[in-house]
């Protein structure tokens, strides 16, 4: 794997004012405890609440030491001062600013510019073209996607040859994309959300991690609780959660209990028992939540939770699982 992440990282969407408003002093404890937890390796985007979780995110870590931390952050929107915040869903409560889609060259280098002001730090280590995908532009997603070949892509490439970034790839929603990025590029991680966890993971282990695993292509893993449903939340692809999910989860959970796991402890566990994925990110907005975290990644699943899923048709037999 080209690129050597921390195993764990915070996600920065919730902090964005994801689904509801959160105050300023709680996203200043939740960042506070993260780090206190032993936090290294931090996402963020100007998607995210329109430059609200980057300019949290910001607060504390441009106080600390830079070379102590891993940041990565995302291009393909601009942003623009605006009278009213667009409150773009699932954000409630942005800073008011209007995103403009700008997948070239020049737009990835002044998002970075931006991001870069808006946090306080000198460098990102990591950059992912944000969105490329049909679930965030429709049928003319593919005009996007070439944009960003033509443009974000080869001007990372070289801010990556040059040494001011440490790597670059997509941020996405959807496995096509990365398929279709490799074939016309030279990423070196993907920021998979939801693609790869409990819930669903065929599509991305039959068609996309054979080739990064040969490619030495790293994914990050966002979602690993699915949005929130493994976690107990009522939120599945940023929505309500449908019967088939809703009945897949009972099933899980019933294993779980039988087993004696926090069936959030497997999630974690599951994604990072891949070898193409670097690092697990997920998110919150509760200052409790960083310690919990680390405590279900210290934390062991017994084996037989995992023949039972096995067993029961909730994984497949050839699903890399934890030792």
């Not at 049909?134 to 001007?155: L, S």
């Not at 695993?213 to 959660?241: C, K, M, Q, T, W």
């Not at 907005?285 to 960083?290: C, L, V």
Request: with cysteine; charged share 25%.
């Amino acid at each position: 794997m080209r690129i050597t992440l921390p195993r764990i990282g915070l996600g920065g969407a919730p902090l964005g004012n994801m689904f509801h408003p959160i105050s300023e002093e709680t996203a200043d404890a939740t960042l506070n405890a993260a780090w206190d937890a032993g936090f290294r390796y931090y996402d963020v985007s100007p998607h995210y609440g329109a430059g609200l979780a980057e300019a949290r995110f910001g607060r504390p870590l441009s106080h600390k030491p830079r070379d102590e931390f891993v940041l990565s952050s995302k291009v393909g929107r601009l942003l623009r001062p605006a009278e009213q915040p667009e409150n773009a869903k699932p954000f409630v409560d942005e800073l008011p600013n209007q995103r403009v889609p700008d997948y070239s060259a020049d737009g990835a280098r002044r998002s970075i510019e931006d991001s870069l002001k808006r946090m306080g730090v000198d460098r990102l280590d990591v950059v992912f073209i944000h969105d490329v995908s049909e679930d965030q532009w429709g049928p003319q997603w593919r005009d996007y996607f070439q944009q960003a070949m033509d443009g974000a892509a080869k001007a990372l490439t070289q801010l990556r040859d040059e040494g001011t970034i440490r790597g670059w790839g997509l941020g996405v929603n959807l496995v096509e994309p990365c398929r279709m990025a490799l074939e016309q590029s030279d990423p070196d991680l993907f920021l998979l959300a939801g693609r790869y966890s409990l819930l669903e993971h065929d599509e991305a282990l039959d068609t996309l991690f054979p080739t990064c695993r040969e490619r030495g292509v790293g994914i990050v893993v966002g979602g690993p609780f699915n949005s929130g449903v493994l976690a107990g939340g009522d939120h599945y692809e940023y929505d309500r959660i449908p019967p088939d999910v809703s009945e897949r989860k009972r099933r899980l959970e019933a294993i779980a209990e039988r087993c004696g796991v926090d069936l959030r402890v497997a999630a974690l566990h599951f994604c990072l028992a891949n070898p193409v994925v670097a690092s697990v990110i997920p998110g919150t907005a509760n200052p409790e939540r960083p310690q919990q975290y680390m405590d279900y990644f210290n934390a062991q699943v017994p084996a037989e939770f995992w023949r039972t899923l096995v067993d029961e048709g909730l994984l497949r037999a050839d699903v890399p699982l934890p030792a």
